[in-house]
């Protein structure tokens, strides 16, 4: 079974700001991780994604995450945040085997402050 | 644009109605995916639907619910008679096999039971 913690349920930060979303997980095989954002009143929208290779991985909007194995984290950063960063921000993570069925964390509201 | 379209956006029904939800890709695949959000809670699997057939399902999704893909076209989770607590976003997803479980998402269909 795997299962998806993201330890903050809020995160305000100001304008221009870093701001670093805390995802752990726990899986007994090799996993594949991933960020989804969902902007006021609209769907879920992949930020980013780890399958393979570089542990760090970049979205086109200035975020990126790394996956670190032994401490079974996926952290997601982004060092100057935008108003229109705004959003809920989910961990996810499967496996080769589950196919496309992702666990997802219990989100990450955050509100970007001018 | 979303690549599924969901309908509709918000549903209000009566306990014990039965609910028709409906995705509609933009593109033809063959894989789809029902996920729910109650209110305040983490992003659910309910079921996957690979070729016209559920591949796999969720504990959640008992014999009230059903999928289908009616005219090759439209999927729909059907909820035969619904109680309060089915009252959720539900979000339809399709994804492509082999590409570490990327999905995506429509923009949900909030369904509210009295």
């Known amino acids: 079974a795997q299962s998806v913690t993201q330890l903050d349920s809020q995160v305000p930060v100001f304008e221009e700001a870093p701001v670093e979303l805390r995802c752990n997980y726990s899986s007994s095989v090799s996993v594949y991780l991933f960020w989804y954002v969902q902007y006021p009143n609209q769907g879920l929208q992949l930020l980013l994604k780890?399958?393979?290779?570089?542990?760090l991985v970049e979205s086109i909007n200035g975020f990126e995450a790394e996956f670190n194995k032994s401490q079974t984290s996926f952290h997601l950063r982004k060092p100057s945040v935008h108003i229109s960063d705004t959003a809920e921000y989910f961990c996810?993570?499967?496996?080769?085997?589950?196919?496309?069925?992702?666990?997802f964390g219990g989100g990450t509201r955050v509100l970007v402050k001018p | 644009e979303p690549e599924v379209t969901q309908t509709p956006s918000h549903q209000v029904t009566q306990m014990g109605q039965e609910v028709i939800l409906r995705c509609v890709p933009i593109?033809?695949?063959?894989?789809f995916y029902w996920y729910r959000q109650i209110l305040g809670q983490k992003v659910e699997f309910l079921v996957s639907?690979?070729?016209?057939?559920?591949?796999?399902k969720s504990e959640i999704f008992d014999d009230q619910f059903s999928v289908e893909r009616p005219d090759g076209s439209n999927f729909t989770l059907k909820i035969r008679s619904t109680k309060l607590e089915d009252s959720a976003m539900y979000f339809c997803a399709r994804g492509n096999r082999g590409r570490g479980g990327e999905l995506f998402f429509g923009e949900g269909s909030r369904l509210t039971v009295l």
């Open positions: 639907f690979y070729n016209n057939e559920i591949s796999e």
């Open positions: 593109s033809n695949h063959l894989y």
């Open positions: 780890y399958l393979s290779g570089s542990t």
């Open positions: 996810a993570v499967t496996h080769k085997a589950a196919g496309n069925k992702l666990t």
